[in-house]
């Protein structure tokens, strides 16, 4: 069963309802990349819409599945080569975050799920699709969170690819 965690005011922020279409959750084209842009931790603009930053992670986990974690899996270089064309420095642990959320989406563990995925790989494959969409504060937020989130799990994840 998926956590429900605590969140405090300085985790709010606004965001547009996610749209019910029908089109899939993840592109193999090259993604689109935004002038790199400064945004308050606490303040996204949006449709005026506010929900914290683990609102946004449980709400957009729903939207993802085994094909999608499949696609995502196959994509994993983007991840670093994203992270490459940054400047990684102005976001502590950001290096660290893509690296270990690549490592999961090119393990057995990732590869062989099936649905429903369980949560901590669900916000794994969110974290991952919405760092390759913009870059800007909030997908760094979003890989750190989902990290902090679900560590043990990611670890013994990981821990299995090894035994």
Known sequence: MCRETNTTERDVVPMEPKSQSSKPNISSAEPKRS?????????WRGSGKT?????????QRRYLNSIDLCMLSALSS???????????????????????????????V?????????????????A??????????VPALILQRVIERNR????????????
């Open 51 to 59: 929900v914290t930053v683990d609102g946004l992670i449980e709400d």
């Open 128 to 137: 991952a699709s919405y760092f390759l969409k913009e870059f800007d504060l």
């Open 78 to 108: 983007r991840l670093r080569d994203k992270l490459k064309g940054t400047n990684a420095d102005e976001y502590p642990g950001l290096r660290k975050a893509v690296d270990l959320i690549a490592q999961v989406l090119e393990s057995p």
């Open 110 to 126: 990732a590869q062989l799920a099936r649905d429903p995925l369980p949560c901590w790989l669900a916000e794994t494959a969110f």
């Open 35 to 43: 002038p790199p842009r400064r945004v308050s931790a606490s303040a």
């Open 152 to 163: 043990s799990e990611l670890s013994a994840g990981l821990a299995e690819c090894i035994d």
